[in-house]
């Protein structure tokens, strides 16, 4: 109990410092901290579902790409405040999600795996088509005021998440998830409507994508089908969570975190073997600590305090 | 009459695993459920509980139908059972495993009033010492006993116990046997069990059936069950009785 209050005020403390130095700090730290702010938001929303629920997700990013479109086509053709456009593009997302997993949440497994992966190329298809959209071409959007706004809404937005992961977990929704992922037949037992909270932890965890798509699409002032619909982003989400602890509040954040600075300081020192140490780097992580950094710093404590003990 | 079970056949490829079953049971009954391995008694139980989907026939439960109700509505209407290999969440706590089944159960409790009711559940089955303990640590007598008070926990008017005294040493089928009885005046409920011990059998039924080959061959009084002549043909075998 202790330790968790320490790593609340430690977080609360990396909150008001990144809110001190992003107007003093210089436009390659500025995007850096965007980027990590970004993964953050995929890392923790990913979480919200599939690493409480053990659904592995490899769509995540379907969401980030319709959040980008809504909001960008808000903006350029009905002319909305951009903020306004964000929103709705979250809740766009929101509601894709509750749709689609009407379908893709009977799934399990490695189907379920596919199934998102697999419609994530559907909607880049459909965005390449969409002659509306231009297309491959791309939209260009009226570009944010200033990058510093684009990290304090970053930060709101990962804030957001992290509250609402932590309020999900010590809820109903929680504990479904918890349940399913460890038996989704015992948990049916047991009264649990499995369905209802999967698709309940769907929604909600497709809205925070959906927003950092269209602040993307505000920020970069350009979406295109490929950038905002790139697998990537989904395996980065999952990676980064695993990395930290999925299941876990705080273990995205820290996995996110510690990884985007590894990864900053290796792109920059070792460019072409950067890739490679990182891969092996994040391969020995997972095999060695299957329940990311969190779990082994929480396994480690508690094998030494009950020493202690006896 | 609480549970009634007409003509169930289930099938499994081309495997008859209930041939039209049939059951009826009072409320307050305990039902002793015996028969060979691969008789279909925990078939019996996944149907009744909404695990497998009948491919015919009709089960009712309190006057109304349950057949191939999703099984999370019928566990809300009042039917718990616990698994031949318990089944707990190995990652969180005894008294947690026991909370979400009290937390999901058709009282709509809340949180709080959830570890309540874990709690005395917990210490009904006696493993208050071991609430706080990972479910994955307890041994395999603890882990059927947690099954047991998690099942409780959704407030059942009908509990199914498939095989909790087989694998336990005396002195815990003593303690097991006693907390069924237990079990069964406190609240006031119709329980099914399983079991291969027969002397379980014939202290805890007021009735049994026994099944074979997906049928029910014999029905009656624990003592009238061991003189049937089919039933010590295929179960009990001929030393039992001269035993």
Redesign the interface.
């Known amino acids: 109990m202790k330790s968790s209050i320490y790593s609340w005020i430690l977080a609360l403390g990396c909150i008001v410092l990144l809110v001190a130095i992003i107007p003093f700090s210089s436009g390659y730290i500025q995007t850096f901290i965007f980027n990590t702010l970004m993964f953050l938001i995929f890392a923790a929303s990913w979480n919200i579902f599939s690493g409480y629920s053990g659904y592995v997700s490899l769509g995540h990013v379907t969401f980030f790409g319709v959040g980008a479109y809504v909001a960008a086509f808000l903006i350029t053709k009905a002319g909305l405040a951009p903020p306004i456009s964000i929103i709705i593009g979250g809740l766009a997302a929101s509601a894709l999600a509750a749709s689609i997993g009407g379908v893709v949440l009977r799934l399990r497994g490695a189907y379920f795996s596919i199934a998102t992966f697999g419609l994530n190329e559907v909607f880049k298809t459909i965005a390449v088509n969409m002659q509306k959209a231009e297309g491959t071409l791309g939209i260009v959007v009226p570009p944010i005021p200033s990058r510093a706004l684009s990290c304090y809404i970053a930060l709101i937005i990962a804030l957001i998440t992290v509250l609402t992961t932590f309020f999900m977990e010590r809820s109903r929704i929680g504990y479904a998830l918890i349940s399913i992922r460890a038996d989704e037949k015992v948990a049916e037992g047991l009264g649990i409507n499995t369905f209802k909270y999967k698709l309940i932890a769907y929604a909600i965890g497709s809205f925070f994508p959906g927003l950092l798509g269209g602040l993307f699409a505000w920020h970069a002032a350009y979406i295109d089908p490929h950038s905002v619909f790139t697998p990537f982003y989904s395996f980065y989400s999952m990676i980064f969570s695993i990395f930290g602890g999925v299941g876990t509040v705080l273990g995205p954040v820290i996995g996110t975190t510690i990884l985007s600075i590894f990864q900053e300081l290796l792109w920059a020192r070792l460019s072409y073997l950067y890739l490679l140490i990182y891969g092996a780097a994040v391969a020995v992580i997972i095999l060695y600590m299957p329940k990311g950094l969190l779990g082994a710093v929480k396994y480690v404590s508690s094998t030494l305090l009950s020493k202690k003990v006896r | 009459m609480i549970l009634e079970v007409k003509d169930a056949i289930k099938k499994f490829g081309g495997i008859l695993a209930l041939n039209k079953m049939s059951i009826s049971m009072d409320s307050a009954e305990i039902l002793g459920l015996v028969g060979p391995n691969g008789a279909g008694k925990t078939t019996l139980i996944n149907c009744i509980?909404?695990?497998y989907k009948l491919d015919s026939g009709v089960i009712r439960f309190m006057n109304r139908s349950i057949t191939n109700l999703?099984?999370?509505v019928i566990?809300?209407l009042g039917i718990?059972?616990t698994?031949q290999i318990p089944?707990p969440?190995?990652?969180?706590t005894v008294l947690?495993n026991v909370?979400?089944?009290a937390?999901?159960?058709?009282d709509q409790r809340n949180?709080r009033d959830a570890y309540v009711v874990a709690e005395g559940l917990v210490k009904l089955v006696g493993l208050s010492t071991k609430r706080e303990s990972l479910a994955k640590n307890l041994t395999l007598v603890e882990k059927k006993f947690l099954d047991l008070a998690?099942a409780l926990s959704?407030n059942p008017k009908l509990l199914m116990i498939d095989e909790l005294i087989a694998g336990l040493n005396p002195v815990e089928a003593e303690q097991a046997i006693n907390l069924i009885k237990k079990i069964r005046y406190d609240y006031d409920l119709a329980i099914i069990f399983i079991e291969h011990v027969m002397s379980a059998v014939m202290r805890l039924s007021d009735r049994v059936i026994v099944m074979h080959e997906g049928k029910k061959i014999a029905e009656g009084a624990p003592t009238d069950i061991i003189r049937d002549e089919k039933v010590v043909e295929v179960y009990l075998g001929r030393g039992y009785t001269h035993a």
Do not use: E, K, W
């Open positions: 509980s909404g695990y999703p099984a999370h566990s809300r718990a059972r698994y089944r969440n190995p990652d969180i947690d909370m979400i089944g937390l999901f159960s058709q949180i998690r959704t």
